[in-house]
């Protein structure tokens, strides 16, 4: 072979394999360690969830307002094919006296599809959520993502809504936020929730501190006056195999939403021993709708709000 023909070839040979190199980073998922500092201990949220002495929450119930479909590749590192069905859901706590705490708040049809195309709203669902944030006591999210939050910022009753937002200091400020439409006036009308670590919001009801998939993410710790616990999980899994493996999705993932994925698998570990140890925890994938579905049949989780 002629001199160039061999450094041309040698070339296309150094370009596949940084290539196949890339490949190889970019569609597995940052390891899971085999063990994690994260997290409080099941009896750390147990003690400070009823250390009001106050009653708890006698119902759970969620909302399910639109939906949507997502690759496999893109939800569990090496699952190359087929797709799963996702929810864009929101919960709700109620108290025995009918005081409620909205979980998230869902996104208004606008958003959703222009930045989830293929995902549609259930036009009758978002407007009873909406409704049902006009009656709640407080409004709490699991994260600053739009099919999380629009719900708040894009929502008609903004201003009644605004006194009971209890959004964080990082969900507010986010890098994300404002495609939620918290622009400069949204945010300065609310009030940021600062806390660390944990804080409980009411009786039965903690915020746990989980940045990760976004700056602002926190788990809801849920303990209801029967015993029932509900730990809403966000989207640090995007289906309650990320758990099970456990294995996230892949680097490419975490590079476009821009997630640190080495804070990610430590939060993996923490929620996979946690379901070992305590599997009377319900962990709620927020876009798991075959988990979901489990819950409601079960009789643990109600469907539609109060
Ligand atoms: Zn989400």
Known sequence: MKKPVRRVWKVLLGVLAVGVLFLAIALTAVPVPERTDFGPSISELRALATSAGEPLPTEFRRIAVGAGVMPALAVVAGRLFGTYPLVYQAHQVVYGDGRTVILDAGCDARTLEAHLPGSH???????????????????????????????????????????????????LHGREAEMAGFTGDVVGRLKPLRYER???????????????????????YVRLADGREFLLVGDIAWHQDNI???????????????????????QLRYLHE????????????????????????RGLVQDGLR
């Open 121 to 171: 709203l259930d036009a009758g669902s978002y407007s009873r959520l909406q409704e049902a944030m006009r009656r709640a006591d407080a409004i709490a999210l699991t994260h600053e993502h739009f099919d999380h939050s629009s719900g708040i910022a894009h929502s008609p009753y903004f201003d009644e809504l605004a006194p009971r937002v209890m959004m964080t200091e990082e969900q």
């Open 198 to 220: 944990m804080h409980l919001l009411r009786p039965g009801l903690v915020l746990i501190k989980a940045p990760g998939h976004t700056p602002g993410t926190q788990l809801l």
């Open 244 to 266: 099970w493996l456990p294995r996230m999705h892949p680097r490419l993932v975490n590079w476009l939403v821009r997630e640190d994925g080495e804070a990610m698998a430590h």
């Open 274 to 297: 946690l379901r070992k140890t305590t599997p009377e925890l319900e962990l709620v994938v927020a876009h798991d709708e075959t988990q979901m579905a489990g819950l409601l049949q």
